[in-house]
């Protein structure tokens, strides 16, 4: 059942088997598992057929048994907003949904749910992470039920619900007084001397592939077909240059066809070496120190930078980078037009497209889809202060009416 050949250098070409490796051992490039795609025999109606997850696209998927976790992951909504296209004065827009993921309300259950299969089937009995929040929840989680051990590496400085919401699964927890990309680095020495496996190390290869499934999606949920623009938020570099990879495999195996949208990267100003890179007409990022409210996807030196620059710049899309404040802004606007609350990386994604419209990138007639990767209620704090308190009445009734009333007589209509 399983089409997976090994796994295959991305600079270099060379093939090997599917183990877990963190690099080419001849060039030090990324690695990328083949697939024998001439052996996949797949029609729209049999992934219709199937449970709405991940694994309805197993075929395309780096596994060689049966899945062992994800069985409720992916199939996230794509949710068209026509509150707020009226707002932006654009046609089509649809936000991909993945504030709403199972198990841990991130795209990483989709990374995870391929990471941690691919862990079992290798014989890892402990699995661990490098992660700014998300990752981490979605491993213990992940970890949890398949019974693994398992370890998460994370900066010292996270948001509350982003810890609390790795503890409650029993893992244990390392908070690394550092950057992530410090914490990256501790990880990576971990894993040669441990042998653990890290999802987003030496396990990367087959993670990376669980990011495709939501290029999978968009086109399943568009009626088998491709949108005009795609915006992607953008930290390590795993998720934009996979939604891309998934979409040309559609094509390649015949589910769809047309042209591929133009795919634009999203990054916090306060952290933005890929956007930078793409803006400046380089081929790699430049490291820096970042600096935002949007933690979950502040990677100052991203694994797969040039994957996306090169990504972005192949489809015809292109950079933005968006201050904090606007970042905030895209959160209350979705919220309030669309009841969907998502955390700063999400903000940052909408208020990148919503600049990339303002600016003609993206003109208003054009399908846009917008990809929201985590939920709000996990990083309550970067809202607290902005958000109306609750009116404070007593029991009574007459209390209720005198406040109506004064309230009514102050407006035109209600
Ligand atoms: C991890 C993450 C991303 C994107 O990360 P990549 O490393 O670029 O795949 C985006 N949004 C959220 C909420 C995340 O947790
Ligand atoms: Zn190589």
Redesign the pocket.
């Known amino acids: 059942m399983s089409a997976l050949i090994g796994l295959q250098c991305h600079m270099c070409q060379a093939l090997r088997p599917a183990e877990a490796v963190y690099a080419c051992d001849r060039c030090l490039g990324p690695l990328e598992p083949v697939y024998d795609y001439d052996a996949i025999h797949l029609t729209r109606e049999d992934i219709e057929r199937r449970p709405k997850n991940i694994w309805r696209y197993r075929e395309l998927l780096p596994i060689t048994g049966v899945p062992q976790t994800g069985f409720h992951t992916g199939f996230t909504p794509l949710v068209r907003c026509t509150r707020l296209a009226d707002k932006l004065g654009v046609d089509e827009l649809y936000v991909k949904d993945d504030s709403v993921n199972h198990p841990t309300l991130?795209?990483?259950d989709r990374v995870v749910s391929v990471a941690a299969t691919r862990a079992a089937e290798l014989g890892f009995s402990v699995l661990a992470c490098a992660s700014?929040g998300?990752?981490a929840n979605s491993v213990a989680a992940h970890a949890a039920r398949l019974g693994m051990e398992c370890s998460v590496f994370i900066p010292d400085n996270l948001e509350a619900g982003k810890r609390l919401g790795s503890a409650i699964f029993g893992p244990t927890i390392l908070a690394i007084a550092g950057t992530y990309d410090d914490v990256n680095r501790l990880c990576s020495q971990v894993a040669d001397r441990y042998g653990w496996g890290f999802v987003n190390i030496n396990l990367r290869a087959y993670y990376a592939e669980g990011?495709k499934t939501l290029g999978f999606e968009i086109v399943e949920q568009l009626g088998w077909r491709y949108p005009h623009h795609i915006v992607s938020?953008?930290?390590?570099?795993?998720?934009?240059p996979r939604i891309v990879r998934g979409l040309r495999e559609m094509k390649h195996i015949g589910l769809v066809d047309g042209a591929l949208p133009r795919v634009h990267a999203a990054q916090a100003a306060g952290c933005a070496p890929v956007v930078t890179a793409i803006l400046d007409g380089s081929d790699h990022p430049e490291p820096v120190r970042p600096q935002t409210i949007a933690k979950?996807?502040a990677?100052g030196n991203p694994a797969d930078g040039y994957q996306v620059i090169q990504t972005v710049r192949t489809t015809g899309g292109t950079g933005v980078a968006v201050p904090d404040e606007k970042i905030l802004d895209a959160i209350h606007l979705l919220a309030e037009t669309e009841g969907i609350f998502t955390?700063p990386?999400g903000g940052t994604t909408l208020a990148g497209a919503i600049e990339l419209i303002e600016r003609g990138v993206i003109p208003r007639h054009e399908s846009i889809v917008v990809c929201v990767?985590?939920n709000g209620y996990k990083t309550t704090e970067v809202v607290a202060d902005a958000v109306v308190e609750p009116v404070r009445l007593t029991r009574a009734f007459k209390d209720f009416e005198a406040w109506w009333e004064t309230r009514a007589s102050h407006r035109v209509s209600v």
């Not at 938020?233 to 934009?240: N, Q, Y």
Request: charged share 10%; proline share 5%.
């Open positions: 991130s795209y990483k700014t998300n990752l990011a938020p953008v930290a390590g570099g795993t998720l934009l979950s996807i990677i955390e990386a990767t985590g």
